[in-house]
């Protein structure tokens, strides 16, 4: 084989490699996302930043404690801590949480204490795109700032630390 011949032989190989040759790989921006737990109290459904929640728990069995606002129903045992058990429905609305199959407690901790909201009903742990959180114009409550798409609907996201941080929520000794 001369010299022209080995020549044509190398552009044959580029050719068939070239051509059967995978392509570079496509640079995919990937979107940055949260996860947040989805529940309703009453009629409203909203989103909690699963960061914010340490557990999703059947209502567990209560202890109630006299003097208390009506929304503190009282203390329980948690995974062997003691922890306050809270009716986020009866805090917001005044209507206490009917509780049924669907009704869970939301577990979060304060400091060093765990304490638990109870909620009507949980949808589960979702993941949302960063970019689609949207301020709120009209809050419901003084807990939500911001909002975020779920099955076309935007709800709030209720801010479990700005609850925490409330006044209202700590004063929990009835007059």
């Not at 737990?37 to 989103?47: K, P, T």
């Not at 329980?76 to 805090?91: C, H």
Request: some cysteine.
């Amino acid at each position: 084989m001369g010299q022209a011949g080995v020549y044509g032989y190398l552009q044959w190989l580029v050719a068939q490699a070239s051509r059967n040759a995978a392509g570079m790989p496509e640079e995919h921006v990937v979107e940055q996302t949260w996860q947040g737990v989805v529940y309703r109290v009453g009629s409203q459904r909203m989103i909690t930043p699963l960061s914010q929640v340490t557990a999703i728990l059947s209502p567990p069995k209560i202890v109630r404690i006299p003097g208390v606002k009506p929304w503190v129903h009282g203390l329980s045992n948690l995974r062997g801590e003691l922890t306050a058990i809270y009716d986020l429905g009866m805090f917001l609305y005044g209507k206490p949480t009917q509780i049924s199959r669907e009704t869970v407690v939301l577990v979060t901790r304060d400091g060093g204490t765990n304490l638990a909201l109870m909620v009507d009903k949980s949808f589960g742990i979702r993941r949302f795109p960063e970019s689609g959180r949207r301020p709120l114009a009209n809050p419901p409550f003084d807990y939500c700032v911001e909002s975020a798409e779920f099955e076309a609907e935007l709800l709030p996201i209720f801010d479990l630390n700005r609850l925490l941080e409330s006044q209202r929520f700590n004063d929990v000794v009835a007059a």
